[in-house]
């Protein structure tokens, strides 16, 4: 999935690939996604849907990793 959301961001421009992560980072923060969406959610779909969101952020945070050691 992640691949998808950063499947435009220009490889060669890490400053603006950074930006893209960063925004993603904010749509898929676990806390905010919750907040924003918590209350919308199936409950017997929240938690599955919660642990994806989990999983979304920690490959956004550690796609950013991997552009700040490039």
Known sequence: MVEVMLADAPLTEP??????????????????????????????????ILITVQHLSQALNKALGKCDLA
């Open 15 to 48: 400053a603006k690939y950074r930006k893209i992560i960063h925004r993603q980072q904010l749509i898929w923060h676990p806390d905010k996604f919750q907040q924003r969406t918590g209350d919308r959610l199936e409950p017997k779909d929240k938690d599955k």
